[in-house]
């Protein structure tokens, strides 16, 4: 079991920065892919971010790329998402997810946090 608990949301002006955490339990977290997601209202969840249990491999959506970067540090326990340039569009609840490889963790991941609400003002 993995347990997700993600922080660092807020409110920002448009072309602001913040750093999301997600503090995972277990001793098992190295072993996951990790990543994040958003759902802004009316809409669907997205894949946002993702990276690989060793770190080496990242993945972006398109709409945050080159803007967003995704990190881990396996020996807190803990996955980041620092976001620059943040436009209005990404405003949403940003969701920390785990998932035994990268297929299940952008189609269907093993465990959500209970998210961290992120809104970005023009």
């Known amino acids: 079991q993995v347990q997700l608990v993600e922080s660092g949301g807020g409110l920002v002006q448009a072309g602001g920065s913040l750093r999301l955490s997600c503090a995972a339990s277990?001793?098992?977290?190295?072993?996951?892919?990790m990543g994040w997601f958003r759902q802004a209202p009316g809409k669907e969840r997205e894949f946002v971010a993702g990276i690989s249990w060793t770190g080496s491999g990242t993945y972006y959506a398109d709409s945050v790329k080159g803007r967003f970067t995704i990190s881990r540090d396996n020996a807190k326990n803990t996955v980041y998402l620092h976001m620059t340039s943040l436009k209005p569009e990404d405003t949403a609840v940003y969701y920390c997810?785990?998932?035994?490889?990268?297929?299940?963790?952008?189609?269907?991941?093993?465990?959500w946090g209970q998210g961290t609400q992120v809104t970005v003002s023009s």
């Open positions: 997810a785990a998932g035994t490889n990268m297929y299940q963790l952008r189609s269907n991941p093993n465990y």
């Open positions: 277990g001793r098992t977290f190295s072993m996951y892919e």
